[in-house]
């Protein structure tokens, strides 16, 4: 009996033995191998792409001609240069030195100091602050700054945080921006204000300002409990990518890529060295930045980084809040221009495009800071951005603006003929 168990025992195993093989080297279908099957192609480009391309080197080649002719004619030193069109850099580079007499020339990533471009970034950091609730354009800048007094209390009282970054707190033009330039504390500096007697009421007329402009970051440390140097860096470049952006003297000295400001002599330009104005007024003139940041800056304020900043905070930030009169400005000596305004932070510009016949608005700020010039322009209808920065008090920083949208405006038009590459491809078989 227990010889029969064996048996059937041996029996059993052998037979769930071989069913088990068989399985194991039972071939998978074919139709489990599909990757292997799959011819990997590289994307073919449109023809779009293609005549983009072909309209970015044309552009390359006439900025580069434009830039290297100004060199060769003493009228600049150095320049980082940034156009972007759409989602797209159109051109990111530099000319010149970053030094008299040393060989590292001006790249893309060489840092400059921004000046007054740096309250553009402001008033894009006051519209997040607005859209997040933490304030509002009204907000009264007394319940913010303690001792902040501007004339008689009672005009005291209305001044908002939208008069700080649109220039109608009614103080006179560039109050104690000496002061700044000192290098005195702006916590002691508003504390001045009390002594300055209005010349208006706050959103009646347009005087810039630096000091009273830079307490619109006192208000934003306050209301959220941070520095502005770190309120700078979470809301904006660490979100864009702003990777050699900085708002601090240390951090600009310690960078080995940084283009030093020069002047002229009669024998060639020669270096100057940098200093520390306007570090303590961050927003109104402390920002320091490379082209290839700018470019990525420009990108988001035509509106291709939604996800940071959608375009109802946009309108809200570049909202007309005073117009700039007068005609002496050289900005309102560009061709085409109608009218001026300021915002918050920024200038709009209307003008008349000869190109189109059409009425345009520009949005656009220049700067200045020890020996660096700057200009930036933002065309919407045309999703198109220059920046241009300048390692001297050049005077082509006054037309560079409009002769190199006219120069890059010409070449996006221009039209192009490529054959269809479906139709090359049908004929050759």
Not at 271 to 284: E, G, H, L, P, R
Not at 347 to 360: M, N
């Amino acid at each position: 009996m227990h010889r029969l168990k064996f048996l059937l025992g041996t029996v059993f195993l052998l037979i769930v033995l071989t069913f088990s093989i068989a399985g194991a080297v039972k071939p998978e279908p074919a139709t489990l191998h599909h990757s292997e099957a799959i011819e990997i192609k590289p994307k073919v480009p449109t023809k779009e792409d293609r005549i983009f391309a072909i309209k970015k080197k044309e552009v390359e080649k006439a900025i580069t001609s434009y830039f290297n002719n100004a060199m060769r004619n003493d009228v600049i030193s150095g320049a980082g240069v940034s156009i972007v069109k759409g989602d797209s850099i159109l051109f990111s580079n530099g000319f010149g030195k970053r030094k008299a007499k040393l060989k590292d020339s001006i790249n893309a990533e060489t840092v400059f100091r921004l000046g007054s471009l740096s309250k553009g970034f402001t008033g894009v950091l006051a519209g997040l602050f607005v859209k997040d609730g933490l304030l509002e354009w009204d907000s009264k800048v007394e319940d913010y700054i303690d001792d902040f007094q501007l004339g008689p209390i009672a005009n005291t009282s209305k001044v908002t945080f939208a008069n700080l970054l649109s220039h109608t707190s009614g103080a006179s033009y560039h109050s104690y921006t000496n002061l700044v330039e000192a290098g005195l504390d702006l916590e002691d500096i508003s504390k001045r204000f009390k002594n300055i007697n209005p010349i208006a009421q706050p959103g009646e007329l347009y005087s810039y300002q630096n000091a009273i402009f830079a307490l619109s970051g006192t208000m934003m440390e306050k209301a959220a409990g941070k520095s502005i140097n770190t309120l700078f860096k979470e809301h904006l470049f660490l979100p864009l990518g702003m990777k050699n952006t900085s708002t601090d003297y240390k951090t600009f000295s310690e960078n080995k890529n940084i283009a030093f400001p020069h002047r002229k002599l009669k024998y060639g330009w020669t270096s100057k060295s940098i200093n520390q104005k306007y570090y303590n007024a961050v927003t109104a003139g402390g920002i320091n930045a490379s082209a290839q940041d700018m470019s990525k800056w420009m990108r988001f304020l035509l509106g291709h980084n939604s996800e940071i900043a959608n375009k109802a905070v946009l309108n809200a930030i570049f909202k007309l809040e005073i117009e700039i009169k007068g005609s002496a400005k050289y900005y309102q000596r560009w061709p085409g221009h109608i009218s001026s305004h300021y915002a918050h932070g920024w200038r709009l510009h209307e003008y008349r495009d000869k190109a189109t016949g059409e009425t345009e608005i520009m949005r656009h700020h220049g700067g200045a800071v020890s020996g660096f010039r700057n200009e930036i322009a933002l065309y919407p209808t045309e999703d198109l951005g220059i920046c241009v920065l300048f390692n001297t008090n050049t005077p082509l920083a006054k037309t560079v603006i409009p002769e190199l949208h006219k120069l890059v405006q010409e070449i996006l038009a221009k039209p192009i003929t490529i054959p269809d590459t479906n139709l090359i491809a049908s004929t050759n078989h």
